[in-house]
């Protein structure tokens, strides 16, 4: 099993910067993509950023440019910093990472438990 730990997230006012961490725990053999999803009310799950074991990133237009995802390798641990934050990125958010168990080549998804992330104007 793997654990995800996040933490972060809370309520801030347009403008202002917000990061968010998450680490994972437990039994697997190594750790490909790791990324970051967000939900609104109403609305359904989407990725707010990607990465991938040898860091290539990718983001949505929605927060291309305001956005920055990072990890560190060592610990097993996916970084979000939010930069200009709007309140249209209020949701809960959500760390996933693709675990593999072994030397199969096949990967396992995990999610955090969700942090919220209010921005008022």
């Known amino acids: 099993q793997v654990q995800l730990v996040e933490s972060g997230g809370g309520s801030v006012q347009t403008g202002v910067a917000l990061g968010l961490s998450c680490a994972a725990s437990?039994?697997?053999?190594?750790?490909?993509?790791m990324g970051w999803f967000r939900q609104a009310p109403g609305k359904e799950r989407e990725l707010v950023a990607l990465i991938t074991r040898d860091g290539y990133t990718n983001y949505p237009d929605s927060v291309k440019g305001r956005f920055s995802i990072s990890r560190d390798n060592v610990n097993n641990t996916v970084y979000l910093q939010m930069n200009s934050l709007k309140p249209e990125d209020t949701a809960v958010y959500y760390c996933n990472v693709k675990v593999r168990r072994g030397w199969s080549i096949t990967e396992y998804p995990y999610w955090g438990q969700g942090t919220q992330v209010t921005v008022s104007s």
């Open positions: 437990g039994s697997f053999f190594s750790i490909n993509d």
